[in-house]
């Protein structure tokens, strides 16, 4: 498997072992307890708060300098920033976050350890 491949993968998740059951429950971002295809148990990843902690920064270090360079350029009111930046945030995050949790799960399912 390479980067990009595990890249690709993670914008739609699937369970990692199999590649074809679903990885999170539908409407949700935690994992099912077992892929439907496989049978592997998925339940015991523990992403905790990696994902989010990762947008926070990835986000933070590419959207407010966005939002400082928007500000000197066309010098809008303070409501337009609010609307913009947290509609721009928020669309992102929705996107984002399910397949940084999802390759996060890759990762771990695939470097854990087998006791």
């Known amino acids: 498997m390479s980067f990009?491949?595990?890249l690709l993968f993670s914008f739609?998740?699937?369970c990692p072992a199999c590649r074809q059951g679903r990885l999170f429950k539908p409407w949700s971002l935690s994992a099912v307890d077992e892929c439907a295809i496989c049978h592997a148990k998925l339940?015991?990843?523990?992403?905790?708060?990696?994902?989010?902690?990762?947008?926070i920064?990835?986000?933070?270090a590419t959207v407010i300098p966005l939002a400082l360079l928007f500000e000197s350029l066309v010098h809008p009111p303070l409501?337009?920033?609010?609307?913009?930046?947290g509609t721009v945030m928020?669309?992102?995050i929705i996107v984002i976050l399910p397949a940084v949790k999802a390759y996060i799960i890759l990762l771990e399912y695939r470097h854990r350890s087998l006791k």
């Not at 339940?43 to 947008?55: E, H, I, K, P, T």
């Not at 920064?57 to 933070?60: D, N, T, V």
């Open 57 to 60: 920064f990835l986000l933070g």
């Open 12 to 14: 739609k998740p699937r």
């Open 4 to 6: 990009f491949s595990d």
């Open 90 to 92: 928020l669309g992102l």
């Open 43 to 55: 339940g015991q990843n523990d992403v905790g708060d990696g994902a989010s902690v990762f947008l």
């Open 79 to 85: 409501w337009v920033h609010a609307v913009l930046w």
